[in-house]
């Protein structure tokens, strides 16, 4: 039997030190930061790092390759605009983006540095660029775009089964949420437009894929950790892998895997 000893006085102050330092750390690894002379930091970026690495770990356990596959980023704020860039970075072609005042479309996909200026010239949390397509315009072409890729980055419940339903019949594979309940439904939770996606398409569920902040303040009330940039962003990356390969180990179909995750999390909770 496994004996747990309570923090110390001093294992307290430690773990609540490497949090408030933590999350607030400027991002020196040019890895994971579009500039780092613009000090952005962990909190600014990681939660769109852990929808783009859900991507990334999805096609390394269920088969298939990032590299190449078309992406639509729904929303440029914090998480949308690092998601874009994340995905971007990892070959992944961005092919469409939707903001709240309107949008971009290529469908060669923008080249990595066209996303990064994009990251670089947002305006505060809105997409910025002299060639915006009005959004009634972009609203209307961007869900039958062919796209394997929908990360729903805006606000939640904006999503309806017909935008959905228009991607699917245009190629989409799979779908990382930055939003919590991306889904136009009225329940709380695994409403019916979430379930018909679950059940066309792989859907990895929010609290899987948009977990980098929640992951972030786990990691630094451990006991004395690394505080590079490098174990930090680790950390979350391979938590979401890790959830995404138990998700697998208990249903490897390329559906339901959102069904699966919450079934293994509720198990885990009661």
């Known amino acids: 039997m496994q004996v747990i000893f309570p923090p ?23 890895i994971y930061s579009p500039d780092v002379s613009r000090k952005y930091t962990v909190a600014d970026m990681i939660t769109g790092y852990g929808v783009a690495e859900a991507v990334k770990h999805f096609y390394d356990i269920y088969g298939g390759d990032v590299k190449g596959k078309r992406a639509v980023v729904q929303g440029f704020g914090n998480v949308g605009s690092a998601a874009a860039y994340y995905l971007s970075q990892m070959g992944a072609k961005v092919v469409g983006i939707i903001d709240r005042a309107g949008g971009l479309i290529n469908e060669d996909g923008f080249s990595f540095e066209e ?6 010239n947002k305006d505060g949390n809105a997409l910025r660029s002299s060639n ?15 796209t394997e890729i929908f990360a729903p ?17 245009s190629g989409l594979e799979v779908i990382s949420c930055g939003a919590n309940v991306p889904f136009a439904d009225k329940e709380i939770f695994f409403g019916s437009i979430m379930e018909h996606t679950d059940e066309k398409v792989s859907l990895i569920p929010d609290f899987i894929s948009n977990c980098g902040m929640a992951r972030v303040f786990a990691y630094f009330m451990e006991r004395r950790v690394q505080m590079t940039d490098e174990a930090i962003f680790n950390d979350t990356s391979m938590t979401i892998r890790n959830a995404i390969q138990n998700t697998y180990n208990n249903n490897s179909s390329r559906t339901q895997i959102s069904s699966t995750a919450f079934e293994i999390a509720l198990k885990q909770l009661v």
């Open 153 to 169: 980055c805006a606000a939640s419940r904006l999503v309806s089964q017909d935008q959905i339903d228009q991607m699917i019949a």
């Open 132 to 146: 915006l397509i009005p959004f009634e315009k972009v609203n209307e072409k961007i869900w039958s775009l062919k």
């Open 8 to 30: 110390t006085e001093a294992d307290k102050i430690n773990r609540i030190g490497q949090l408030r330092q933590g999350v607030i750390k400027v991002i020196e690894n040019p």
């Open 115 to 120: 996303i990064k200026e994009m990251f670089l």
